[in-house]
Nanobody
Framework: QVQLVESGGGLVQAGGSLSLSCAAS???????????MGWYRQGPGKQRDLVAG???????NYADSVKGRFTISRDNAKNTAYLQMNSLETKDTAVYYC????????????WGQGTQVTVSS
């Protein structure tokens, strides 16, 4: 069984910073590590969208709306992903979800429980 534990959400004023982390654990991960770890977010009444993703090799992609403000990183040895969020804006308010994905023969796709990020004006 795979568990994703997210932490670091909260309330911050616009212009402030928050850091999220996502620690994935489970026996399968020691043999079949995630190809991709990513952060998604879902605002009230909106669909869940990709914020940032990082591969095991370090390739990164960001949503246009967060480029230059957010930084994703990953510790492969710990199966942990991080999201540093700077210059936060009220439009960044959402529930942030961690995702791990692996393709191929031993594929999987797991989600965290979500952590609330609220940016006040």
């Amino acid at each position: 069984q795979v568990q994703l534990v997210e932490s670091g959400g909260g309330l911050v004023q616009a212009g402030g910073s928050l850091s999220l982390s996502c620690a994935a654990s489970g026996n399968i991960l020691s043999r079949f590590s995630p190809d991709t770890m990513g952060w998604y977010r879902q605002g009230p009444g909106k669909q869940r969208d990709l914020v940032a993703g990082i591969t095991s090799g370090g390739a990164i992609n960001y949503a246009d709306s967060v480029k230059g403000r957010f930084t994703i990183s990953r510790d492969n040895a710990k199966n942990t992903a991080y999201l540093q969020m700077n210059s936060l804006e009220t439009k960044d308010t959402a529930v942030y979800y961690c995702n791990i994905h692996r393709g191929g023969t031993f594929s999987y796709d797991y989600w965290g429980q979500g952590t609330q990020v609220t940016v006040s004006s």
